[in-house]
């Protein structure tokens, strides 16, 4: 059973759509992939998996027992959310906030799930520094163990790698390979970097003018590709 489906979504802003009848699945263990131009409506679409934004039309529903709020997500951060002036350790156990329930305090088992994020992703040094002294790779690391605490089965990453440099690009795409690879978190990521988004991926979602929903060696050959730079692909 597939974790979520996309059945006819029309995705747009005040009632305009910019995307008509979107249709895919994403099963357990998948390594999507987002693609498209700029303006085409992957952004929306994840608040949309998300529940943050309404489709115009159509559906997205999860399955196989995966409730929404099980969903883990790194989304882009903005120039405020950098400076945020909270310890590591508060902003990934903020990630624990869905599990408590009416709970108004944090319990062992989560303090223990932060704990155990922060080791997975090599914080432990950084555990206690304020977050807005760490560097853009740091702080995105902080971040994915945040989401980890969100969730064990399925994450939602808005270009994880966005202005980070060579090296720590190459680091964070490692991380989330592993993530897929070792852990079977099922991944579900937007990005501009279409080379290395396709060195990891498994399945390619194109947005926009053209629409391409299928496996990776599919998309390669297809002619929505054709719309981006095909040569980064190669």
Known sequence: MALLTCEHVSLGYEGTPIVRDLNFSVEAGDYLCIVGENGSGKSTLMKTILGLTPPLEGRIATGDG????????????????????????????????????????????????????????????????????????????????????ATRRILLLDEPVAGLDPRVTAEMYRLIDDLNKKDGITIIMISHDLSAALQYADKVLHIGHTVFFGAKEAYLKSEALSGLTKEAAE
């Open 66 to 149: 995966l409730r929404q709020t099980e969903i883990g997500y790194l989304p882009q951060q903005t120039p405020v959310q950098r400076d945020f002036p909270a310890s590591v350790r508060e902003i990934v156990l903020s990630g624990c906030q869905n599990r408590m329930g009416l709970r108004p305090f944090y319990g062992k088992a989560e303090k223990a799930l932060a704990e155990e994020n922060i080791r997975r992703m090599g914080l432990e040094t950084l555990a206690d520094r304020c977050y807005r002294e760490l560097s853009g790779g740091q702080q995105q690391r902080v971040l994915l163990a945040r989401a980890l605490c």
